[in-house]
């Protein structure tokens, strides 16, 4: 399971994008391939798909309680996987309290990491 995170240079944000490669079949995702990619648009609009979706903002409202970290985007997206296009899950997550056009701390880095990491492992996407 591919897991893309950047950072932004002029924000304190990150942004994390999970290419979901295998087949979902607790989400009704059996086919995670496509050629084209507007091929991907129905898996994205499934309801298997948006249920994904609504797990991952609940393990992040528990992941993240506490912390000075919140998501400020969540949706679906099409991602390129070498010569496929493939669903993602495309998140924003940002430090509440940090200064508008700074990146994020170096403390809060590796929590971005992690939670990205347990996201994976939670939903059994490894």
Same mark, same amino acid.
């Given at each position: 399971?591919?897991? /893309? ?18 087949? !979902? ?17 129905? %898996? ?24 000075? !970290? ?11 996987? /070498? ?18 056009? /700074?990146? %994020? ?13 347990? !996201?994976? /492992? ?5």
């Amino acid at each position: 399971m591919p897991v /893309k995170i950047s950072y932004d240079a002029g924000a304190p944000s990150a942004s994390v994008e999970i290419i979901i490669t295998e087949p !979902l079949s607790d989400y009704d995702l059996l086919e995670v391939e496509a050629s084209i990619p507007r091929d991907v648009d129905p %898996m994205l609009a499934s309801q298997g798909f948006k249920d994904l979706l609504d797990e991952v903002r609940s393990f992040f409202s528990v992941e993240l309680d506490g912390s000075n !970290l919140e998501i400020t985007q969540l949706t679906g997206a099409i991602c390129h996987d /070498k010569n496929v296009h493939r669903p993602g899950v495309w998140l924003v997550l940002r430090e509440r309290d940090a200064a508008g056009n /700074k990146p %994020m701390s170096e403390a809060a880095r590796p929590r971005v990491t992690q939670t990205a990491a347990s !996201l994976v /492992k939670h939903l059994h996407l490894v």
